[in-house]
């Protein structure tokens, strides 16, 4: 069955701390997609990362960075010297084709960010 | 303006009454979604459609109905609202699947008393 699971709630950092988001999933796909998205206080959700099955690099983007591995199944989000702009609710989301045909995608439950200043 | 509108952003309805929330998107993307959002939950898919015309469900479609008459539009209909389906409410587009990323709504805050 399909699941995403943030363990982590939610995390408070200190401004400038580095904090890693947790993601683990579980598919029986062999191609698959999987996602973080930011849900910043304000409400509306942003897209931050798509990543598939078959491409295990890490990436890089700023102070965000993300470590997929599928030995694992682990895709976790980490930002390095938080700031209090990076407060927020994360969402990490799993994408995968229907045997019926289709698609669905199943969000993690999320994990709140509080970064002080 | 360019982008996705969801409206209205706020609603308070009552028990059994039937609500539309509308959800309009002007980048003539293919896909578009309608999740829920609870506490505890994350986001849960509700229905989404692959191109006018064309709907399927998701985890929760139960309570709801969508259509899709043109490709931009892709209203949610609650036909009678019960207090579970207090929520907030996202709208979200996407060029072809969900193998890319969506671009969400603000989102509609739903109350039923």
């Known amino acids: 069955a399909q699941k995403v699971t943030q363990a982590q709630t939610e995390i408070s950092v200190v401004e400038k701390e580095d904090v890693t988001l947790d993601c683990v999933y579980e598919t029986r796909d062999t191609t698959y997609y999987l996602f973080w998205y930011k849900q910043p206080p304000s409400g509306e959700l942003v897209f931050l990362i798509r990543r598939n099955s078959f491409d295990e690099q890490n990436e890089i983007s700023g102070r965000y960075s993300w470590n997929f591995q599928k030995s694992t199944s682990s895709f976790n989000f980490t930002i390095t010297a938080s700031q209090v702009v990076d407060s927020a609710v994360y969402f990490c989301?799993?994408?995968?084709?229907?045997?019926?045909?289709?698609?669905?995608?199943?969000f993690g439950a999320g994990t709140r960010l509080f970064v002080k200043a | 303006d360019a982008g996705i509108t969801q409206s209205p952003r706020y609603k308070i309805t009552e028990t059994g009454r039937q609500v539309t929330l509308m959800c309009h998107q002007t980048?003539?993307?293919?896909?578009m979604f309608w999740y829920r959002q609870d506490l505890g939950h994350g986001l849960r898919l509700i229905y989404y459609s692959a191109a006018a015309d064309i709907t399927d469900k998701g985890e929760v479609p139960d309570g709801y109905v969508v259509s899709r008459s043109k490709t931009e539009n892709f209203p949610l209909t609650l036909e009678s609202a019960t207090r579970s389906q207090t929520s907030v409410y996202f709208c979200?587009?996407?060029?072809?699947?969900?193998?890319?990323?969506?671009?969400f709504g603000p989102g509609t805050r739903l109350t039923v008393l």
């Open positions: 980048w003539s993307h293919s896909y």
């Open positions: 979200a587009s996407s060029v072809r699947d969900s193998y890319n990323e969506q671009f």
């Open positions: 989301a799993l994408s995968e084709a229907r045997g019926t045909g289709g698609f669905k995608t199943i």
